[in-house]
């Protein structure tokens, strides 16, 4: 294969503060890069950053949390001008979502129950054979959680 992983899925928001209480405290993701402005205050050749920067140098550029070693969930706070798109979730093209494995789903469904999470759907066993769960950050991204199972397309493979 050419490539090794998914490094990272990257979202925009305007709710950056509920955003990092989710990932970090909900999910257990690991807080790992705070990029701000400051870091343009040099760049001649980015000037529209550079004046954020002027103006705002400790303004947060984006972040990154670590879901699993090496992939990440990467935070931008919302640009002016850009508008939520108030469509729900499976009615427009691109992003649709991204998933996430784990050992044991009934175990991580149960902790992250009790950590607040609340999800979509209950655990079932999709037409894949893998089992599923899905739910949504607090902008309303969606996300599945899987664990594999001895006959998952993803592992055996499968054309039909």
Do not use: C
Not at 11 to 17: H, I, P, S, V
Not at 110 to 131: C, L, N, Q, R
């Amino acid at each position: 294969m050419l490539f090794n992983a998914i490094m990272h899925v990257s979202f925009y928001t305007d709710r950056m503060d509920e955003m990092i209480d989710f990932y970090q405290n909900k999910l257990e993701a690991t807080p790992k890069v705070v990029v701000r402005y400051k870091i343009y205050l040099d760049r001649d050749d980015r000037p529209a950053f550079q004046a954020i920067a002027r103006e705002d140098p400790e303004r947060v550029f984006y972040m990154y949390f670590e879901l699993a070693p090496g992939q990440f969930v990467e935070l931008f706070p919302k640009n002016e001008g850009m508008v939520d798109d108030d469509m729900p979730w499976n009615s427009r093209l691109g992003y649709s979502h991204f998933a996430l494995t784990v050992d044991d789903i009934y175990a991580v469904r149960e902790k992250m129950e009790a950590a607040g999470v609340e999800f979509d759907t209950a655990i079932s066993k999709g037409p894949s054979e893998t089992y599923q769960m899905w739910a949504h950050d607090p902008d309303g991204n969606m996300f599945e959680i899987m664990q594999y199972t001895e006959n998952s397309y993803q592992l055996v493979g499968h054309f039909d």
